[in-house]
């Protein structure tokens, strides 16, 4: 028998789709993975597939809601497997995993000792397969093994201890390359310098490592790994909120090199990189690229980013794919981490407002659709 939807139910959907924190990724064969799209996950394929066709849904059973404030993915290249880390709100501190092999998720339980995952950001230590996270001034790590499917005994985060440099009021910016961690915008850090950790001696370097070249700023950003086919990365991609350039650091020569900014600028935006390209999800669920050459200057200079078509043909961006404000200035980053040091109260004002009013926006366009299909449904 057929029944109208209630009131109730359309603002629960409205709720969710207005608290959606999709993610992006890729598996070992560098198919590039889009969860939680459209309250669906999708796989795009190869770079070669993306300017034509259509994303496959890859949507099955026991996967997380991706609502989580701070939802962030990770590739385990060796093992080829997935982690999701606050993919659920109800379970924020569970990472959720995926096996691309087998397209099927396990919920691993994970104990906090410390940690807290609604302020904290993270790395995966290509070697180790360890995660290490800066969570409330702490370092801490936790050690995914070999795991493609969750165990039954539980993992549980380690702390590590406090970082050599100031945490005060610092949202981290961290970045691998060559199992060293590399921390951005450190508190009284000079633009085009970083601060490093060595992983596999659980040592912080006395002082910042200063590289040479383009200077990237002093200023809060999002930090992705460029992948080898094999070995260790050697390179990261620095993206200011502002968009302004895409800074590409090589950890070999201690050099920073300078690119074209992504077309969105977005504050909110994540990024992975592959191999051959460096991947943005935008708040309204743009999923854009930019090719990318390892060693070749010249021919990255004059690459331009565009569209990952195959995605936009399967979930076209839309208003209810929103996480913030799609602009220089967004305030809200994927990160739940303290304001930036620089940062005054007005500012953090304006932001929460910023914030509110676009979150007001989205599920007062949502809550419209789901009334108009609801007055459709009566006539």
Not at 53 to 78: E, H, M, V, W
Not at 114 to 132: C, E, R, S
Not at 233 to 245: K, L, N, R, V
Not at 358 to 379: K, N, P, V, W
Request: charged share 10%; hydrophobic share 40%.
């Amino acid at each position: 028998m057929f029944r109208l939807p209630t009131l109730a139910s359309l603002f629960l959907l409205v709720l969710e789709a207005a608290h959606a924190s999709p993610c992006i990724a890729f598996d070992a064969n560098f198919n590039l993975l889009v969860f939680g799209l459209d309250g669906k996950d999708w796989n795009a394929g190869t770079q070669d597939t993306w300017p034509s066709g259509s994303a496959k849904d890859i949507t099955t059973s026991g996967r997380p809601p991706f609502d989580g404030s701070n939802t962030t993915c990770y590739l385990s290249q060796f093992y080829n497997a997935v982690y999701v880390m606050n993919g659920d709100a109800s379970q924020p501190s569970a990472v959720h995993i995926y096996n691309p092999a087998s397209s099927s998720w396990s919920t691993q339980p994970v104990t906090t000792a410390g940690f807290n995952p609604a302020n904290f950001d993270a790395i995966l230590d290509h070697d180790t397969n360890v995660f290490y996270a800066l969570s409330n001034g702490e370092m801490y790590f936790l050690d995914m093994g070999s795991l493609t499917a969750a165990n039954s005994s539980g993992l549980t985060w380690n702390d590590v201890g406090k970082p050599s440099f100031s945490t005060d009021n610092y949202k981290p910016v961290m970045a691998l390359a060559q199992n060293h961690i590399h921390f951005l915008d450190v508190p009284n850090v000079p633009a085009g310098s970083a601060q490093i950790f060595v992983i596999h001696f659980s040592y912080f370097q006395p002082d910042a490592q200063a590289y040479s070249g383009a200077t990237f700023p002093a200023a809060h950003g999002q930090a992705t790994s460029f992948f080898q086919e094999s070995g260790v990365q050697q390179e990261f991609a620095f993206i200011p909120d502002d968009g302004s350039a895409t800074y590409v650091i090589n950890v070999e020569t201690n050099t920073t090199t300078s690119f074209p900014g992504p077309s969105i600028k977005d504050a909110a935006a994540t990024y992975f990189a592959g191999i051959t390209s460096l991947v943005q999800l935008a708040s309204d669920g743009t999923v854009s690229y930019l090719p990318y050459k390892q060693g070749d200057t010249q021919t990255n200079q004059a690459a331009a980013w565009g569209k990952v078509t195959s995605i936009a043909s399967a979930a076209p961006p839309s208003s209810h794919n929103s996480t913030s404000s799609a602009s220089g200035s967004a305030s809200a980053t994927k990160s739940s981490a303290g304001a930036k040091a620089s940062s005054g109260a007005s500012t953090n004002s304006d932001q929460s407002s910023d914030a509110r009013v676009s979150r007001e926006a989205r599920i007062a366009a949502i809550a419209a659709t789901a009334l108009a299909a609801l007055g459709f449904a009566l006539l």
